[in-house]
């Protein structure tokens, strides 16, 4: 099928078109370099954070294969699931919080490493189950969780994240050099690497400069002797996915977060979605966009299932990718089905994820720092489209207030049930419930609701 031609300038390869092997291949490549970094941090953090380090190679080559699966069904929508767009599927950095505090959870009881990761993947892939159910009801609940609770949980995510990023630059937790002027050092030069690449008026410098940023501070790192590479460990040359196997387990008080989270990225993905049917030239209104929404959502809750099944984080549609169907001009669909391909075979050599283990702390502090604090920043532009009222600063004011007050403060609740204490402790959930409460029992006007509605058609939801 020939390329669309009724508006070259903006779409060379519509949604249904198909591009040729060649030019597929290239078009998913850009894809993968936008999105590679995005796919594996997590699991570094995570893995970093949590102690996790034997287990990282075969915890980022899952990340890249589940990557890959869900980005393949998003495309290729089987049964009905999947958006049929080009949806890529990356490891969501939302998670990053609940995850952590699971983990923490399992490790203050005295769990190994397998015990935390069994705990991990169970709440999950139960939170999976709560996507999943939420996708079949995706206009109801368009109504209930707006653009400013939105706004709100994904800030507080954002503010959340910076302080693991900032430990990351200082050198880790616990670090005997932690704060050194080396460490500092580093993660200040990849820092300004990133901020001057991304002032580039040449696109693919833009999409790169996490990449190079981290290239470059490695080999900052290996110059002033920070970075003594390893010798890889015997791993085997492929690494097949085995389900569950760090075994299952579940606990109430891990679960809940990371359930509020699932709902929370059931709204991105909405925005992400929204914003890639305009990319296309598809409907954002009617039965064929509430279909491909269900669709997309539930392919959402299908990968991040797949995902806790086959020891990988929760994934969620990357809105950056949007910006390479921009700047490419390919939509079409069957380039998502290279994409997936060309992530999966990724996946299938652990000794990739061996050699990305080995960065050092501050030079991943100094990249996280910024796609973190990004995730803050995209809060806050979502809360800049919402009806800033007198209600909703009283919203915001309370729920920064008891989110961050909670945070900063954790011995505020050392005297509480212990399941209390688990379930508010996190900035994410109490500021977050406490939006979503204030927003039910608080009124609004009619003129209010009417503007939520229009900000929820044309505001697209970002993602670090």
Not at 6 to 35: C, E, F, T, W
Request: hydrophobic residues 50%.
């Amino acid at each position: 099928m020939q390329p669309e031609t009724s508006n070259p300038s903006d779409l060379i390869y519509g949604l249904n078109d198909r591009p040729k092997p060649l030019a597929a291949l290239l078009a998913a490549l850009q894809h993968v370099l936008a999105s590679f970094v995005g796919i594996i941090t997590p699991p570094l953090v995570i893995g970093s954070a949590l102690g996790l380090t034997a287990h990282l190679p075969y915890l980022i080559s899952m990340a890249l294969m589940v990557s890959g699966v869900g980005t393949f069904i998003q495309a290729r929508q089987p049964f009905g699931i999947g958006a049929g767009m080009i949806c890529l599927q990356g490891t969501s950095f939302a998670f990053l919080g609940a995850v952590l505090s699971a983990g923490f959870l399992v490790k203050q009881r005295g769990g190994s490493p397998e015990d935390i990761l069994a705990m991990i993947f169970g709440v999950c892939f139960f939170g999976a189950l709560v996507q999943i159910v939420l996708s079949r009801f995706i206009g109801q609940l368009r109504r209930v969780i707006t653009p400013l609770v939105t706004g709100i949980v994904i800030t507080l995510i954002g503010i959340s994240l910076i302080k693991v990023g900032i430990t990351d630059l200082g050198g880790g937790f616990n670090a005997a050099d932690f704060g050194a002027p080396g460490n500092l050092a580093l993660g200040l030069f990849v820092l300004l690497t990133i901020i001057l690449l991304n002032r580039s008026n040449t696109p693919w410098i833009r999409l790169s400069a996490i990449i190079i940023g981290l290239v470059l501070g490695s080999v900052a790192a290996y110059i002033s002797g920070k970075l003594i590479p390893q010798p890889l460990p015997d791993l085997p040359l492929v690494s097949l996915p085995i389900p569950f196997r760090y075994g299952f387990s579940f606990d109430w008080t891990a679960f809940l977060p990371v359930a509020l989270i699932y709902l929370i990225s059931t709204i991105e993905t909405v925005g992400d979605l929204t914003a890639n049917c305009m990319l296309a030239r598809q409907p954002i209104s009617g039965p064929s966009y509430i279909k491909r929404l269900k669709g997309g959502v539930l392919g959402d809750g299908i990968s991040c299932l797949i995902a806790a099944t086959f020891s990988a984080f929760p994934n969620t549609t990357f809105a950056q990718n949007n910006g390479v169907i921009q700047l490419t001009g390919v939509a079409s669909r069957f380039v998502g089905l290279y994409i997936g391909v060309v992530l999966f075979c990724l996946g299938l050599f652990p000794l990739i994820g061996a050699m990305l283990q080995q960065i050092p702390k501050p030079v991943l502090g100094g990249a996280t720092l910024v796609m973190f604090g990004s995730v803050a920043a995209a809060g806050v532009r979502i809360l800049a489209q919402a009806p800033l009222d007198r209600r909703s600063m009283l919203i915001i004011a309370t729920s920064f207030g008891v989110g961050l007050g909670i945070a900063a403060q954790p011995n505020l609740l050392h005297l509480l049930p212990e399941l209390v204490q688990n379930l508010f402790d996190s900035a994410i959930t109490s500021g977050g419930l406490t939006a979503l409460l204030m927003c039910l029992l608080l009124p609004e006007s009619k003129a209010d609701v009417q503007s939520v509605n229009r900000a929820q058609e044309s505001a697209p939801v970002e993602q670090a």
